[in-house]
């Protein structure tokens, strides 16, 4: 009889993607990846993480409108800067009103933005030869977005300790949640320290960590193909950067 060790025979991959297999999913994202990767391929369990997802955004949307209009108020951009109080007022009443049913809007971009992301990887994937398809990926980056929420759920709690009256200007309203901790800088620069927080550190490890076990590749091809996602978030986040006084 050889005494070669018998690896022992990996978990079953789920079926459905029932609700018991959704919630499992989601909170796995957060620490365990070869389980995560293993309810990707389930057709339909993208929809979990964009209901919470989508909860919460339009939450935190709704939650950051009074700091916005504060910013505003206290510093008007240019298009509200020659306007009398009143006049800025009614600006801000509308701007309040667009900010609203923006945020209601905002989870369809998301699905749009997810959709393009996901196309990017596997074109990226592609190069390494990873073995994907389309909805498994789509279903990851969504996913992944479980640990980007938490950025922005922990923006407005730090707001809300600072209350209303200690926004003086839009850059306030970029909470100093990354390597912007320990270096002050502005313009794109502060918004680039800014992007990589620790959840955005933590993303792109659950997400290299978990491509790489669902595509069965190693992890330095999985961290180039899953390149596209976070690098565009930096760029967006330096232009917006780049925008705030």
């Given at each position: 009889?050889?005494?070669?060790?018998?690896?022992?025979?990996?978990?079953?991959?789920?079926?459905?993607?029932?609700?018991?297999?959704?919630?499992?999913?989601?909170?796995?994202?957060?620490?365990?990846?070869?389980?995560?990767?293993?309810?990707?391929?389930?057709?339909?369990?993208?929809?979990?993480?964009?209901?919470?997802?989508?909860?919460?955004?339009?939450?935190?949307?709704?939650?950051?409108?009074?700091?916005?209009?504060?910013?505003?108020?206290?510093?008007?951009?240019?298009?509200?800067?020659?306007?009398?109080?009143?006049?800025?007022?009614?600006?801000?009443?509308?701007?309040?009103?667009?900010?609203?049913?923006?945020?209601?809007?905002?989870?369809?971009?998301?699905?749009?933005?997810?959709?393009?992301?996901?196309?990017?990887?596997?074109?990226?994937?592609?190069?390494?030869?990873?073995?994907?398809?389309?909805?498994?990926?789509?279903?990851?980056?969504?996913?992944?977005?479980?640990?980007?929420?938490?950025?922005?759920?922990?923006?407005?709690?730090?707001?809300?300790?600072?209350?209303?009256?200690?926004?003086?200007?839009?850059?306030?309203?970029?909470?100093?949640?990354?390597?912007?901790?320990?270096?002050?800088?502005?313009?794109?620069?502060?918004?680039?320290?800014?992007?990589?927080?620790?959840?955005?550190?933590?993303?792109?490890?659950?997400l290299t960590l978990t491509f790489s076990s669902m595509a069965?590749?190693?992890?330095?091809?999985?961290?180039?193909?899953?390149?596209?996602?976070?690098?565009?978030?930096?760029?967006?986040?330096?232009?917006?950067?780049?925008?705030?006084?």
């Amino acid at each position: 009889m050889s005494d070669t060790p018998v690896n022992p025979a990996a978990p079953p991959a789920p079926q459905s993607a029932s609700l018991k297999e959704g919630i499992l999913g989601l909170l796995n994202v957060y620490i365990d990846p070869v389980s995560t990767a293993r309810r990707m391929q389930l057709k339909w369990f993208w929809i979990y993480p964009l209901i919470v997802v989508g909860i919460v955004t339009v939450i935190v949307q709704l939650q950051m409108i009074p700091f916005t209009l504060q910013a505003m108020r206290v510093d008007p951009p240019g298009n509200m800067s020659g306007m009398s109080g009143a006049q800025l007022e009614q600006a801000l009443s509308m701007a309040g009103k667009i900010s609203t049913i923006v945020a209601f809007v905002i989870p369809v971009f998301v699905v749009g933005i997810v959709a393009l992301a996901s196309l990017l990887v596997m074109a990226m994937g592609a190069i390494v030869d990873a073995k994907t398809k389309f909805l498994q990926i789509f279903n990851l980056l969504m996913t992944c977005g479980m640990i980007s929420m938490l950025q922005f759920v922990a923006t407005v709690i730090v707001l809300k300790v600072k209350g209303l009256d200690d926004i003086q200007s839009m850059k306030q309203l970029q909470v100093p949640l990354g390597l912007d901790i320990f270096i002050n800088a502005n313009g794109a620069l502060g918004g680039l320290l800014n992007y990589f927080s620790i959840f955005t550190l933590w993303y792109i490890v659950m997400l290299t960590l978990t491509f790489s076990s669902m595509a069965k590749v190693s992890k330095g091809k999985a961290f180039f193909a899953t390149l596209p996602p976070w690098v565009i978030g930096a760029l967006f986040a330096m232009l917006g950067a780049m925008f705030r006084k």
